[in-house]
């Protein structure tokens, strides 16, 4: 067994999953330089929800921010999660869309994209598969753990054959509600090594206390690469944390060979910026207690709180109860899609209105239509055709690749937006995020050039 590698997230799903992904570029440069030095298998450093966050709350160009930390990494792989046909928004892109965000993804520095799909279906990824491989980036397919009737091990093993016919250069296994416990990620890992020949990635996050236990199995099941969060942004809601799993590992076979004492002294920097997030009200210490519901519930965190706050705004607080109870019977009408954005939001919305209306399926989002008519992608079991009925009435469902409806839309894209065009790269920000980017724009335009530009002043980053 060679040594067990880290990817860590402190720049991405670390700050993301405990404070709503507000760390700014300021506060991650004065590191790079030291972390550059630490050996990481890789930094995660863009994709999910920081995107959006640069955009939206930040006042920040997402591409400058990932060109400031490729410049500042020379000799770190550097890497992002993109949702497949969805890149990284809410919807599904045209090809053209999604094959030149992954162009310019990897030119302007990104080495490793991890590409996923909420459903696993494997045709809301070719798109991206292919153009990572085109332009030269490390393919990482990765797999939406979850646990139901049809998720069984052989699922996953079949999966990551799939995957690694369609071109991975890694398969990760993308836990991100932390339903992946020690025993079951050994014997997962041993299934998945004797099947494939390429690294095996883990991913989960420390919401329910068991994550370093699961990494610990999974170390010892063969598990290539897993990812950490150094502990100032670790545990709780987010990655266990870096240097107890490079303690836990030291003078073992599994030895990451990283130096302790370099990750504290990294690590005494973001305690910092922990402090400044939780000063301004995005790093609250219930992300960083245990919370054992994921388990019972099989709910991720995010979805948890989404659920209680619909239920608050209605006054029914107290049919939390009945709401997640009736989340896994939505979950199985619906043929059982993994929790995940988006379609964690799909199902749990559809439970609140089932128990808020006292008649399932009496009042419908369009969401949950949507999914039943195959406009996400294939579900991996039927659904309850009788549910399909009452919900879709004569509506035709479809089962090709939803994407193959879409026209291409780059050129129209460029066109919106030409009195603000300023490189290639706003066009792809503009197509995942109209409203929000044209608002970015304006207000660097009117920053740049002192134009008193009409830009949503509320979106305005807080005071330091």
């Not at 506060?27 to 863009?46: F, T």
């Not at 896994?328 to 988006?342: A, C, I, S």
């Given at each position: 067994m060679s040594k067990v590698k880290i990817t860590d997230t402190i720049f991405r799903d670390a700050h993301q999953s405990q404070a709503a992904t507000r760390m700014r570029l300021e506060?991650?440069?004065?590191?790079?330089?030291?972390?550059?030095?630490?050996?990481?298998?890789?930094?995660?450093?863009?994709g999910g929800a920081t995107f959006d966050s640069c955009l939206r709350f930040l006042n920040e160009d997402p591409w400058e921010r990932l060109r400031a930390l490729r410049k500042a990494l020379p000799n770190t792989k550097l890497q992002m999660l993109l949702r497949g046909q969805n890149l990284l928004g809410y919807r599904h892109y045209a090809d053209d869309v999604v094959e030149k965000f992954v162009e310019l993804s990897i030119k302007n520095g990104i080495d490793i994209i991890r590409i996923f799909d909420a459903l696993n279906d494997t045709r809301n990824i070719e798109t991206a598969v292919k153009a990572c491989k085109k332009f030269d980036g490390t393919?990482?397919?990765?797999?939406?753990?979850?646990?139901?009737?049809?998720?069984t091990r052989e699922y996953f093993v079949n999966l990551a054959k799939e995957m690694e016919q369609m071109g991975a250069d890694i398969i990760c296994i993308k836990d991100m509600a932390g339903v992946l416990l020690p025993y079951e990620a050994y014997e997962l890992i041993k299934a998945l090594k004797a099947a494939v020949n390429v690294p095996i990635h883990l991913h989960t996050h420390n919401t329910a206390g068991t994550g370093n236990m699961v990494y610990m199995k999974a170390v010892e099941a063969g598990v290539d690469i897993i990812d950490t969060a150094l502990s100032a942004l670790?545990?709780?809601?987010?990655q266990p944390a870096t240097e107890s799993m490079v303690a836990a590992l030291r003078d073992t076979e599994y030895d990451t060979g990283l130096d302790l004492a370099l990750l504290a002294e990294i690590n005494d920097h973001f305690k910092g910026v922990a402090k400044r997030l939780m000063d301004d009200g995005f790093l609250t210490q219930k992300v960083l207690k245990v919370d054992v519901n994921a388990l019972i519930y099989q709910v991720p965190g995010g979805m948890l709180s989404n659920l209680i706050s619909q239920l608050k705004?209605?006054?029914k607080s107290d049919k939390l109860e009945e709401a997640l109870a009736e989340v896994?019977?939505?979950?199985?009408?619906?043929?059982?899609?993994?929790?995940?954005?988006?379609s964690?939001?799909?199902v749990g919305t559809q439970a609140v209105l089932n128990v808020?209306?006292?008649?399932?399926?009496?009042?419908?989002?369009?969401?949950?239509?949507?999914?039943l008519r195959g406009e996400y992608g294939r579900l991996p079991a039927q659904p309850d055709p009788d549910v399909v009925k009452q919900i879709l009435g004569d509506t035709p469902t479809i089962d090709h690749r939803p994407a193959d409806d879409l026209a291409p839309e780059l050129d129209k894209f460029r066109d919106e937006i030409k009195e603000y065009y300023e490189q290639e790269e706003d066009v792809l920000s503009y197509a995942v995020f109209q409203q929000v980017a044209l608002n970015f724009f304006k207000y660097r335009q009117a920053k740049k050039y002192g134009v008193d530009s009409q830009y949503d002043k509320s979106n305005k980053v807080l005071p330091v």
């Open positions: 506060e991650m440069l004065p590191m790079c330089e030291k972390l550059d030095k630490v050996g990481y298998h890789s930094l995660e450093v863009w393919c990482e397919i990765a797999m939406s753990y979850t646990t139901s009737p049809v998720h670790g545990d709780g809601t987010s705004q209605q006054g896994p019977r939505v979950r199985k009408d619906f043929g059982y899609p993994p929790l995940v954005t988006p964690s939001q799909i808020l209306t006292g008649k399932r399926y009496s009042a419908v989002t369009n969401e949950s239509k949507g999914v």
